[in-house]
């Protein structure tokens, strides 16, 4: 199931797309399948420190694509504000070649993350791979342009070009706080959110977009049905938060 964030014109549409992740012994052609599953299957195992204590998080991006340092450390802080990995949580970042693509379908990515990741789970460290594109989703269209895509229970895809084009001018947010908002949008579906893995503690998931809030404050509600909607959302200048009942699921499921 595929998770995706659309932005129509100065709207953002926040969309749905998305165990035990045994490091040592689910290994096929020297690659972890338990990091292939679906969405939201591994919301417990990165929530709470039960099978794994740490966590790596491998960023891959396209030269001149690189997430900022801001977008960065919001992600860390947020992922140490919501989860318990008393080993501590890393991010690490590197460049790959491009492909050259127009655009990029779900396949294409997939098959950039089998060629080029490196962090799968091991021992008791989980692995996330995220991968910052340098063209469009092939999903994109004159009426949405999709920002990131949750595909797997351990995998997402920023498409970082439109992030640079819809940031940092006027009437638009910051790149770094929309960077941030995208972000740590697709991996709370990793997390399991909404209703995605990890189990509603109360009925907050609307029902109109299935696996995102009812609450329009929250960090994880689909989509401003217009574009005052998402400046609301982002006028503040700060990314949003995560509303009490996702908190709640959260900590029911091994969060913090």
Not at 44 to 50: E, Q, T
Not at 56 to 81: C, Q, R, S, W
Not at 192 to 208: I, K, R, V, Y
Request: hydrophobic residues 35%; contains cysteine; negative net charge.
């Amino acid at each position: 199931m595929k998770m995706r964030i659309t932005r129509i014109l100065v709207l953002l549409v926040l969309m749905m797309s998305c165990s035990k992740d045994d490091a040592s012994s689910n290994y096929s052609n020297g690659v972890n399948v338990a990091n292939f599953q679906s969405t939201g299957s591994s919301s417990n195992d990165l929530l709470s420190a039960n099978n794994f204590t740490s966590m790596v998080i491998e960023m891959a991006y396209v030269e001149g694509y690189e997430p900022t340092e801001l977008a960065k450390n919001h992600l860390l802080a947020f992922l140490e504000d919501r989860t318990f990995k008393p080993n501590g949580i890393t991010i690490e970042t590197r460049a790959i070649p491009s492909l050259g693509l127009s655009s990029y379908s779900i396949d294409d990515i997939s098959s950039i993350e089998a060629a080029n990741r490196t962090k799968y789970n091991f021992g008791d460290q989980i692995a996330v791979w995220i991968f910052f594109a340098d063209a469009p989703s092939s999903s994109s269209s004159s009426s949405g342009v999709v920002l990131g895509t949750a595909y797997r229970n351990t995998s997402f895809v920023i498409f970082e070009e439109d992030i640079h084009n819809y940031s940092d001018s006027a009437l638009e947010p910051s790149r770094s706080v929309l960077e941030s908002t995208v972000i740590e949008h697709e991996f709370g579906h990793l997390l399991g959110l909404t209703n995605l893995g990890t189990p509603l503690q109360s009925p907050h998931e609307d029902l109109a977009h299935p696996k995102h809030c009812d609450d329009e404050n929250c960090l994880m509600y689909w989509a401003a049905e217009t574009g005052e909607g998402i400046l609301n959302m982002l006028s503040g200048g700060t990314v949003p938060e995560l509303d009490n009942a996702c908190l709640a699921d959260l900590q029911a499921n091994g969060g913090r």
